[in-house]
């Protein structure tokens, strides 16, 4: 099986995909605390897993373009209504591959930048905390 | 495209009275033509700068060379400065292209022309298509 090209891996916020985005990423962390007990007598520490977290982000071009290739996308717009919505955002990091996994869950906008650089493409970023869990799902 | 996006130039250069005196209409695309009258100018499209994104690529403008050639330096410099003052920073919209931004980006002197005792100035621009036709 070949590796996932990382083209096709996207952010999809409330079922889109963000427009004419360039990278994203999925950060998964777990909080390590360390047990220590009167049973526990040697020089090696003993640990244990505790809260998770995960994180999203993205970075792309501005586009308001909101059908790309035949495809409805998030534009600009939409993401800061994204941000500036009080409602939990669906998300998916997904390549929407039948029978590949997708993680999925709900999160948050922590923050959105738009970057304005003369003479180039107009650029965003930003960030989901996921709020929940993050599910690993068999895409249908 | 490349021509297309050319032409902002070649309107850019034929628009202004000034420009087109000063080289009496000799301006060229890609190639200098074998038999000509000096001073002369050839454009040509040096890149086309692509951007890659998840939904496919997205241009960023395309960048413009500019040869300018004349008997002398002092000519080869006046319609440098010509060509440089009037495509600093200028938006225009060209018929079948649309509405367009050519900046500056660098200037610089070549290798005179061997064997025509020519001096040569090179110049470098950026085209965007802002609003296509």
Redo the contacts between chains.
Sequence with gaps: MPVIDG??L?IYVNGN?I????SCTLDLSKEIRETVSKDNVGNWAEKEGGQKSATLQFE??VTNDAT??S?T?NTAEDLFDAFDSDSLIAFAFSDKVSTNVEYTGNSIMSALSFGAPV???ATHSGSLEVTGPVNKVTIP | MSVAAGSALYHAVKDNTDIWTAINGSFYPNVLPEYVTYPAVVWGQLTDDI??????P?E??KLFQIDIYAADYTTAQNIASLLKNKMMWLTLDVPSLGLC?I?YGDQGDATPVEGKELLHIIQDY?V?VKAPA
Excluded: C, M, Q, Y
């Design positions: 083209t096709d996207r995909p427009g004419h985005a360039t792309g071009f790309l290739n495809v996308v003479n180039e493409n | 951007e890659t994104t998840k939904d496919g997205i960023n403008g931004r900046s950026r965007r």
